[in-house]
């Protein structure tokens, strides 16, 4: 059975309402616990959660430091191509944005490669906008082996493909893919997302298994915070991640939960979600999933990163651009989404030192996964 | 004195190099265990720097590098691995761990013997990280791997001994060394595994997770010693009851 098969039978509304049957003796039992079942997390996410947030930030970061160890990763976006043949209403990159269009070829794609590995980063994460004809499967296999020269890590978010082209960019040398279904509700998902591919939850929501068939080392699934209820979407996204580690077990597997962020042509965010809130849904995916790798990126504050990143974060973006071109070809251009923590990676690296954390550029080689 | 292969070593403690929150504090409390053998992921060095924040501090300590392959997930990456090692760190000194389960980071026993038959035939020194599945311990010495490193419970879980009764089996058949590697959380795990027996321990999270790291491989040196000074001694075996400390049948020696 397919992930999109299991979602159907899954009924939003009881799962929302059940987050508010919780206690405060339901949290206390289940943050001393050694191993969380759904339900547990779900108490965890619940509004009578947040009166324990000191306890669970507290336990998270043992978790996090026994697991990881004080270390974490650091790794930049590489943005290639802002087209995009989908309407999403939070979007900078819609198809119907006013914004230039670019798609970087191979000399400035060389270009950027090289201002972001003089920055000290070995780890990137390629992003596109979603263009099936301009920027598919034929466009990465031109442009994967030179990126591929320039890192030891190189990650994708792109559209959803099919399991033979993922099958070929593990070959070309991809070690991980981020898909993320921004929101697990149907009626909210629909509204969002108005035209183009990602209309089709089915295809978007089985795209891990896809990933998964083609024996991709590393996994990227997460929600777009705001879109709809966070909680029951928490729990949805936590229920996705344990069936893909059931059917996928020789995956590695990485969570984001970005916040909408003000783009240009950009919607107000329907449902947002506080600080507070924030820190509990990933403290609780921490106590749920000890290895589960947690990212976080400069979509949020330096203060909110300095903070958070001690808690639970495995890896962060440093020093990001979200444009094509902008580290280096056309570093002016319009980007995705306004960045709020626009610290170089020299300054955040030396900001996690002082916390006592060790900033890890390189953990990975080419031969592993291929 | 631990022996592998055509090497001693005064110290029966061996440390993994990662977790640390510096690379100078995985330095000082290298030193502070007083540990000769030390493990380094392949994955985690950069070459083309030429100081490299985790092969410079151990270089400058002067220990044996001990090379691994973690990341791994079948003998073929172990295999690419061994070699880079080779060629970059001048050893054929290898810790072989093969794990496909990133979740609990189990070895995986058929891939693992796979490539120590492999990399033995290529002049590795080969210590392979493995379950505590006495059958599988022999498979590997038969391959001729230099030591065995079946696990004490899984990978940074600090629980000790979990597979206790598997390794006393393990030690007795063994005639290659036995470093119980992976699960030892205290001290007192690593003084019980030397006391069974046990050539050596390895130990990073521990240590590494420590809230004072040195203080913890300070304590991880003495605790090695106990156990190794303990079992060389003799360890006194438990009874359900008293027995009196004169035999009470002396007297007929007497008669």
Request: charged share 15%; net charge neutral; aromatic share 8%.
């Amino acid at each position: 059975m397919s992930f999109y098969h299991k979602w159907q039978t899954i009924d939003w509304q009881s799962l929302q309402l059940q987050s508010r049957a919780f206690s405060a003796a339901d949290i206390q039992a289940v943050i001393s616990k050694q191993r969380l079942t759904l339900v547990d997390l779900q108490a965890l996410l619940s509004p009578a959660a947040a009166a324990f947030l000191p306890q669970l930030a507290s336990k998270a970061q043992q978790v996090t430091r026994q697991r990881f160890g004080a270390t974490v990763q650091l790794y930049a976006p590489l943005y290639l191509s802002n087209l995009c043949a989908n309407e999403c209403t939070y979007c900078g990159f819609s198809l119907s944005q006013k914004v230039k269009r670019r798609t970087l070829n191979l000399a400035e794609i060389e270009q950027e490669c090289q201002a972001i590995k003089a920055m000290g980063i070995e780890q990137v994460l390629i992003v596109t906008g979603e263009h099936e004809n301009k920027v598919g499967i034929a466009y990465f296999r031109n442009v994967l082996p030179l990126i591929r020269r320039y890192f030891s890590t190189v990650q994708l978010e792109v559209q959803p493909l099919s399991t033979d082209e993922y099958s070929e960019l593990k070959y070309l040398g991809v070690d991980a893919v981020m898909v993320y279904q921004e929101t697990y509700n149907q009626s909210a998902y629909q509204s969002h997302h108005l035209r183009g591919n990602k209309t089709d939850i089915a295809w978007r929501l089985n795209t891990p298994d896809r990933i998964g068939n083609a024996g991709i080392d590393k996994i990227g699934i997460g929600i777009l915070l705001g879109l709809s209820d966070w909680r029951t979407d928490a729990i949805l996204l936590a229920q996705h991640l344990q069936y893909l580690q059931h059917q996928y077990w020789q995956s590695r597997y990485s969570l984001s939960v970005p916040r909408i962020r003000p783009c240009s042509g950009g919607i107000e965010t329907p449902l947002a979600i506080s600080d507070k809130e924030l820190v509990q849904l990933i403290c609780a995916f921490r106590l749920f999933s000890p290895e589960l790798e947690i990212s976080l990126s400069t979509r949020e504050s330096a203060v909110f990163r300095q903070h958070v990143i001690p808690l639970a974060i495995t890896s962060i973006s440093a020093g990001s651009k979200t444009q094509p071109g902008g580290y280096s070809v056309a570093p002016d251009s319009l980007e995705q989404f306004s960045i709020d923590d626009d610290r170089t990676v020299v300054q955040v690296a030396e900001a996690l030192k002082n916390q006592g954390i060790q900033p890890v550029y390189k953990d990975w080689e080419h031969y592993l996964g291929r | 004195m631990l022996c592998i292969a055509d090497k001693t070593f005064d110290s029966r403690l061996l440390l993994g190099s990662g977790k640390f929150s510096s690379s100078q504090l995985m330095q000082q409390a290298v030193a502070a265990s007083g540990c000769q053998l030390v493990t380094l992921a392949m994955k985690r060095l950069n070459l083309a720097l030429k100081h490299d924040d985790l092969l410079t501090p151990l270089r400058e300590l002067g220990v044996q590098l001990l090379p691994n392959t973690s990341g791994a997930k079948n003998a073929k990456e172990a295999i690419l691995a061994a070699q880079l090692a080779r060629d970059a760190l001048d050893t054929n000194w290898l810790k072989l761990e093969i794990h496909p389960d990133p979740r609990y980071l189990m070895p995986d026993p058929i891939e693992t013997l796979i490539a120590a038959k492999e990399l033995v035939k290529q002049g590795f020194i080969v210590l392979p990280y493995c379950s505590a599945d006495p059958v599988l311990c022999k498979h590997l010495e038969d391959a001729g791997c230099a030591a065995v490193m079946p696990l004490g419970a899984a990978i940074g879980s600090n629980q000790g001994l979990q597979t206790r009764a598997m390794l006393e089996i393990i030690i007795q058949q063994a005639a290659i060394p036995v470093i119980i590697d992976a699960g030892i959380g205290a001290p007192s795990h690593a003084a019980n595994a030397l006391e069974l027996g046990a050539s050596a321990v390895l130990v990073n999270t521990a240590i590494a997770c420590s809230n004072d790291p040195v203080t913890m491989a300070n304590a991880f040196r003495l605790a090695c010693m106990a156990g190794s000074a303990a079992y060389q001694a003799g360890i006194a075996t438990p009874y359900q009851h008293a027995m009196a400390t004169s035999p009470l049948t002396a007297f007929l020696d007497q008669l």
